[in-house]
């Protein structure tokens, strides 16, 4: 089984991700040798700044040019942590027309062109493998695609951003605000100088549309999930979820529809009960619950963020690669043959919690009330106090059954217009029960 | 890339996994055919008693005849689902040499004789799938095979049997003792009539065989691994354990030795702390930790046994085979290079809740100290306390710090030998800090 000609690996990118790589691809030579059955190199890594020291890197290796360094013959696996749509797309593409597989961690590109790049892979006979473009290194694309190929996936409802569940944790356990939260976690090193793809969860949104494409054979991409950020969460929200015995997370949710035509994804903060498995994610670790037909309820946990737990997703997907390559074949590619179409948020049915500021006196409550049941939302429980700092006003917190986001929607607007109703201070959607 | 001769599969049982397989096979035979590149049909279902009513199951696909079976050339893949040791070896190994694929779902056969089975079928080019074998329905032995393949896993930790779980979960949360629980967990079909391979471990034994051998890359029978049931828990060792703030699991534990030479494998009940995820895991639930150089911490939860998880596992190994056949390739065989040998039981290190009757005077604290002194084993904490309903006998509750099982052993050997110790009442490992 063995052959000696060894497989040549060009690695783009030698920051967290890449350096992690090559190092474990230095010291675990042999291993990965006997796991693949054949010895794999490193040919060259491309970086931008080549006068940076790089500890164990070895400089003959590096180099500027990365489009020189992925046209080469004898190039075999092209690992592509670099992030962002270009020049990692052209890169990638190059790749694959120059007959190398690709191993990629770079979520935004995945979600925003999978299925292009999946052809290229295709007509060029090579692979393209993503592990770690989402949730780290906790397994995913392949239990999803491999393990699950059998069964049908309904449901996927996860924490798979480590930088929000730190900043909502800390709210959660501090009663800090925002603001606060988030300033701990830059100082910790949990959130960029910039921020905003996390906690606008752009991030969360990239990984939601690789999971609903995987799990339901179909095409989504970015564009196609509807996506809220955490920026609007208050101590308040947070207070309010700890009195229905439940805490905020942000979550990803990818749902095939009951009649099972289409699908949908979304991404926003959400409560969930303090017995639901999620709620007790701490810091900065995912965790994604899988829910199909056969299996039931699967959930997958462990650190989604960082260089080594990203590094090995990006090892395993090498080896997978390379075995492909040693047997002269490809692994799965893209299964999108459902074409189940992505359903706007309006159809998405869940529950919500609605916090309204109204002026305390008698009558309101049926207002408010028959205001819910014109759009046709069903009122689970309401609770009505006065507020001590507010004269004259009181808040009411009602909390639905299920029912349409659209409802939901026109239902708020319709409240709004009430001269009774002085705010909605906050919507929640209310899941995972 | 779709071929139009369908593959024929064989089906070697047909009880509560094999009809969930029939039904899955028929109600989803286009989304299988999708997603494997080919159609997919049931050759025939060999049973042992085939004039029980079936329902969904073509009466024409029935035989008694396994053998005649799996040697039916059109036959490509053999899914065996009866279990045990013989027939089915002998079955699995005609078909690998009638060139079939197999799925099982076997994992006594698996951890007996998995290297023989592996030699097989690479012999005759053939793939051995049997993510079944381990945990139902949750993605273990892929995770483990494929997407750690460039990592290096320490440690798999992980309940592996529901029945066990069920028990142990109606002790803690009830006071029940042991008989009374395995009662309610009989009654609700959550024990067979003869409850063995449950209780005295040899199903974890087995999973913990096979976890080992494929996170190790090494060969782990079930005679490697130290086993022992939870018979001889005791409502007063689930009491203790709620003390210390912990509670009750029968744990599977695979662990590569501090020096890297060696490995171990154990199945034992064991006190983990209630902060520990484990700990949280109830009813007949599945979860398992594996714990690896890059990835750090993983954790896989689900429903570890059932008709349908266990055929959701075997028919995601199908679609693997299945495209393996189309592709003309076979799938990663087995990885035993490392040739890590198993070290006994008593070189395994960890911590000890021991659990002393004494003789109500002064001095056995100092006595007992230093047997433990003399042995090598360092103590934690100590918890004296007198028995009401005992004259003259006080008890004496030893938590140490980790130590070698030999060096435990020998402890215990020596204490029973002083006078002023009455008794062990129980002597239980402590996992998971």
New interface residues.
Partial sequence: MMRTRPLKVALLGCGVVGS?VAR?MTT?AD??T??IGAPVELAGIAVRRPDRVREGIPAELVTTDAMELVKREDVDVVIEVIGGIEPARELITTAFAHGASVVSANKALVAADGAALHAAAERHGADLYY?AAVA????LV??LR???????VNRVLGIVNGTTNFILDKMDTSGAGYSEALDEATALGYAEADPTADVEGFDAAAKAAILAGIAF?TRVTIDDVHREGLTEVTASDIASAKRMGCTVKLLAICERAADGASVTARVHPAMIPLSH?LA?VREAYNAVFVE????????????GA?G??T??????????VC?NKV????G?GE?A??QLPVSPMGEVVTRYHISLDVADKSGVLAQVATVFAEHGVSIDTVRQQGRPDADGEASLVVVTHRAADAALSSTVEALRGLDTVRGVASIMRVEGE
Same sequence: chains 1, 2.
């Fill in positions: 992690e474990i675990h291993d990965l006997a796991r592990e780290g290194a906790i397994p392949r239990p491999e393990s699950l190929a059998g069964d049908k054979h498995p007790s199909s037909d056969a299996a039931g309820q699967l959930m997958f946990y462990g650190p960082g080594s737990p590094a090995s997703a990006v090892l395993g997907d090498l080896v997978a075995r047997a002269g074949t490809t799965p299964s043959y459902t």
